[in-house]
């Protein structure tokens, strides 16, 4: 498995903990803000469940395809701006103006992701004779 999926696997794994954590602490609390939901909710969906599809979409989607991944180092400045995004969104309050520019990071790391795999599936060229 190549460095950038074990990255993202580990980033999923270490987000599923710690947004578990905070659904229990939502559960004890009688009342929760706002802000820990968002949290709980993106920790869920974008740290773990979208983290580990990228990690094993990165290793297996070319693979399947029978051709290598596109661009790798693209794989990886998206796996930091997933990171940055999704920290950063959920240290603010949902509509904070510092949350919408996180949330722009987020949005422009997916459509790396997107694009990154859409070529990658592409039939290779054939070779020049
Ligand atoms: C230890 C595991 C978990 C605990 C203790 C937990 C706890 C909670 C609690 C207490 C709420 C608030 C419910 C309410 O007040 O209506 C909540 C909401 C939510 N949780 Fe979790 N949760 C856990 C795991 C997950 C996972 C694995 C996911 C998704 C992959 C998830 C997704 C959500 C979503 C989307 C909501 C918001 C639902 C809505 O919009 O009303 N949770 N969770
Ligand atoms: C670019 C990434 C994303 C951004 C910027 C974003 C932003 C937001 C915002 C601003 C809210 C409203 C929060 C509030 O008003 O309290 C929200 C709610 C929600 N989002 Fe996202 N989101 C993103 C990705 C996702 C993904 C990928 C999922 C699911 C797979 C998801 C599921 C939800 C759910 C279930 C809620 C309702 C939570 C609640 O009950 O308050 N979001 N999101």
Known sequence: ???????????S????????????LMIFMKGYPAQLLFAHVHLNLLGWMSMIVFGVGY????RFSGTPLAYPKLGNLQFYLANIGLVGMVSFRPLHPLAEI???VLVVSAGLFVF??????????PEPE
């Open 59 to 62: 290793h297996i989607l070319p």
């Open 102 to 104: 996180f949330a722009i």
């Open 1 to 11: 498995m190549s460095p950038l999926s074990k990255n993202f696997v580990r980033a």
């Open 116 to 125: 990154n795999i859409w070529m990658s599936l592409l039939p290779p060229k």
């Open 13 to 24: 794994l270490i987000y599923f903990f710690i947004a578990a954590i905070l659904g229990v």
